[in-house]
């Protein structure tokens, strides 16, 4: 008996969304279930006082992939933002990444040779061959000076442990420019949606039914029966009952405040890097899109532990979780009529660009062989 819809997809985030809008292109039928009360996952944006924000945190598109970047603007436009944060630390500001602008700011050093000698002294003072946390990392990257100003208190209130308690390889490695460019990102194409993210979900879903505040897990069999198949981006370790242990993960929290004057910090982006405040950073929306408006709205940003009951920002990938994940995946493989995709599934940070790319081959892939 044919059932009614093609596709279930639980979950109206990127992933969820795409896979949607490409389904329906090749004539299949799709229903999307979200258990919030909006679409579009953390891209979702709230208007207050005109201003588009980021309700989930800052969400700065950026790829090099020229096929992504054509197909999100064939949905919307977007317009040429470019995230030039700015770091506050000790009662003094810097610019980001680390640049030769931070690296004047900080040391007075007006070459990329002094810039250079000044890290490499630092670091042969206070590097290790073999770090085994990632303060020892860090030091070993970039030298005391950076990591004491810029990396140790910020990654102690984002992972809310001891830098001496982290493993190593969170930070590989660390950007470090010898130029006077406070461009944070390296790819060839930026910006935010004009009018922001609602506009790229809603082009996305259009033509495809929507059903919101509904928990796929509230009537499980009854979704299932649906469908003939499941595009599943929730967590993976919820879709098996948590049956082989809970995969953790770091949570934020947001505190909006309204304020009456037309500016409050001139950027869009800046870093709190020290214990001095509880939250990692100030964002000011109206500056994703350059808005004029005569009031502004900021949002703090407040790491936290993360519980079941709380939203999953970002998994904390060491071994011990890692470990875990690998075995959830491969009952995910025998999973015959369900796809995984996103964050939350495969357990990993994506951005944006790289969640459609993967809904994007996940689907072609998908439709291609049905």
């Not at 980001?96 to 931070?102: G, V």
């Not at 209130?157 to 001891?162: A, I, L, N, P, T």
């Not at 299932?224 to 595009?231: F, G, R």
Request: aromatic share 14%.
């Amino acid at each position: 008996m044919k059932k009614k819809y093609d596709y279930l997809i639980v979950g109206s985030g990127l992933f969820g969304s795409v896979f949607a809008c490409e389904a329906l292109k090749a004539g299949k039928k799709c229903l999307v279930i979200d258990k919030r009360n909006h679409v579009g996952g953390n891209v979702f944006c709230e208007n207050i006082e005109g201003i588009n924000i980021h309700k989930y945190g800052a969400h700065i598109f950026h790829t090099n992939d020229k096929d992504i970047w054509d197909y999100v603007n064939g949905i919307v436009e977007f317009n040429n933002f470019t995230n030039s944060p700015l770091a506050l630390s000790k009662g003094k500001l810097y610019n980001l990444p680390f640049n030769m602008n931070t690296f004047y700011q900080l040391w007075g050093t007006k070459t990329p040779q002094e810039a250079k000698a000044k890290i490499e002294e630092q670091i042969a003072i206070y590097g290790v061959k073999n770090p085994q946390n990632l303060e020892e990392q860090a030091l070993s990257l970039v030298g005391k000076d950076i990591y004491d100003n810029f990396i140790k208190e910020y990654t102690e209130k984002q992972w809310g442990r001891k830098a001496t308690e982290l493993p190593s390889f969170i930070i590989k490695r660390i950007p470090i420019r010898f130029t006077f460019d406070n461009n944070y990102f390296n790819d060839t194409y930026q910006g935010i949606p004009k009018g922001g993210y609602n506009k790229l979900i809603d082009g996305l879903l259009q033509g495809i039914e929507v059903i919101k505040d509904t928990d796929f897990f509230s009537d499980r069999q009854k979704f299932t029966e649906l469908a003939d198949k499941i595009v599943y981006s929730g967590k993976i370790d919820e879709y098996f009952d948590y049956n082989l242990g809970v995969l953790e993960y770091r949570s934020l929290s947001f505190e909006n405040e309204i304020l009456d004057k037309e500016d409050f910090q001139g950027n869009a982006v800046v870093n709190y890097s020290d214990t001095t405040y509880d939250f990692t950073r100030i964002i000011e929306h109206k500056h994703f899109e350059f808005g004029k408006q005569g009031k502004t709205v900021i949002t703090k940003e407040y790491p936290k532990e993360w519980t079941p009951s709380t939203e999953a920002f970002y998994p904390i990938n060491n071994e011990k979780n890692q470990a875990l994940f690998e075995k959830y995946k491969k009952l995910a493989l025998n999973e015959k009529n369900v796809i995984f995709g996103g964050r939350l599934a495969e357990y990993k940070y994506y951005d944006m660009h790289q969640v459609i790319a993967q809904a994007l081959t996940r689907s072609k892939k998908e439709l291609k062989n049905d």
